[in-house]
């Protein structure tokens, strides 16, 4: 079953804005709608963790019970449901239909299919413009400034100074921790500071997913060890601060993978989930005819990037419709071609549905 994320009050985006407006008193998207608004108390300062992979549908496993403790409501990861994508709305605050950032790999004219967590073509291309001037101006760091507020990073300090983080984090502060305790401290010490956002990235439970599935024992220590950090955080909040959690996708263990090399005439991007093509009205016609999936032309996604305006670059980057993997399945081609136990990127409600997790000390 297809499943259009929300972007009207119950999704990632609204969380975005909601902190946004708690801040500055505005933001360019629609803040969360009335009930889970009344979730998330008043405060000096947010502490938002993002625990990359962690969807709502994957609460039940026993070493995420604190974690679904402090689980208030579902929202909805935007689509398509990889971390660039989620990670630009929430540097943007804006929705991809707005930000432009609408699939892991993304065409660019007179480049081609683009890596955007790399940042690298997948075909031999030239080499794209600098990644800071990817997402519209002002991203959320940049408004939160002009409104005399912080926006704090804490990250791993592998991920410091990469494309992703060059597209995301114009105007931000970024930290990188060596250690999860390092992290914790570093959160803790910058959210102390009223007026501030700190956004906390978790990558556990996403490594461990797609390398080992989720009912590996690798995977059962990556959520302990995200409920531990988010367990000590808790206790550790500064007074006046509060702490909201959420992801950026959910996880779905995959049995076949389906490989293909694209025909001439069509260009496949997107993910290993969901394909997005390009192409003659025949070639893409006859190619989504021998792989296994739904077909849904463009007409018929309606707002599963969200509401308009539209970015100024969305008509070249849109596909003409999608290509939706059967439960269990994931795509494999050129440019996309690692062999993984967990995937996500697709329109499923284990997917799309994210946790909104909140503390107060």
């Known amino acids: 079953m297809m ?96 930000h432009g950032l609408i699939a892991y790999l993304l065409p660019m004219p007179g480049i081609g299919v683009v890596n955007m967590l790399w940042w690298f073509p997948i075909d031999g291309g030239p080499e794209p413009p600098a990644p800071e001037a990817f997402l519209p101006e002002p991203n959320l760091a940049e408004r939160l400034g002009a409104a005399g507020r912080r926006t704090v990073v804490v990250e791993p300090s592998g991920y410091v100074g990469g494309p992703l983080d060059r597209i995301l984090y114009r105007g931000a502060r970024v930290i990188g921790a060596e250690t999860d305790a390092q992290a914790i401290d570093l959160a803790l010490d910058q959210v102390a500071e009223p007026g501030t956002l700190v956004a906390l990235y978790l990558p556990h439970v996403d490594s461990a997913a797609h390398a080992f599935g989720q009912t590996s024992h690798d995977y059962a220590t990556a959520v302990a060890e995200v409920a531990s950090i988010w367990v000590e955080l808790e206790a550790r909040l500064p007074v006046g601060a509060v702490m909201v959690g959420t992801a950026d996708h959910g996880h779905v263990d995959v049995a076949t993978h389906v490989e293909f090399v694209p025909p001439e005439g069509v260009v496949v991007y997107g993910d290993s989930r969901v394909l997005y093509l390009r192409g003659s009205a025949s070639a893409v016609a006859g190619f989504t005819e021998t792989l296994p999936g739904r077909w849904v032309p463009h007409g018929d996604l309606g707002s599963v990037w969200g509401p308009g305006p539209v970015h100024a670059s969305f008509a070249d980057r849109a596909p003409a419709g999608l290509m939706l993997a059967p439960d269990h399945h994931a795509y494999r081609y050129p440019g996309n071609d690692t062999r993984l136990v967990g995937h996500h990127g697709g329109l499923t409600t284990a997917e799309v549905e994210i946790p909104l997790l909140v503390a107060r000390r």
């Open 3 to 98: 499943r259009i994320p929300r972007y009207d009050g119950a999704g990632l985006v609204n969380l975005v804005a909601e902190l946004e407006r708690r801040l500055t008193g505005n933001a360019p998207s629609p803040g969360l709608e009335t009930g889970r608004a009344a979730a998330v108390p008043a405060g000096h300062s947010f502490l938002l963790v993002l625990i990359d992979g962690l969807g709502h549908h994957q609460l039940g496993h026993p070493a995420a019970a604190a974690i679904a403790a402090a689980e208030r409501a579902v929202l909805d990861a935007p689509f398509s449901t990889q971390t660039a994508v989620a990670t630009a709305t929430i540097a943007t605050g804006l929705p991809p239909s707005r």
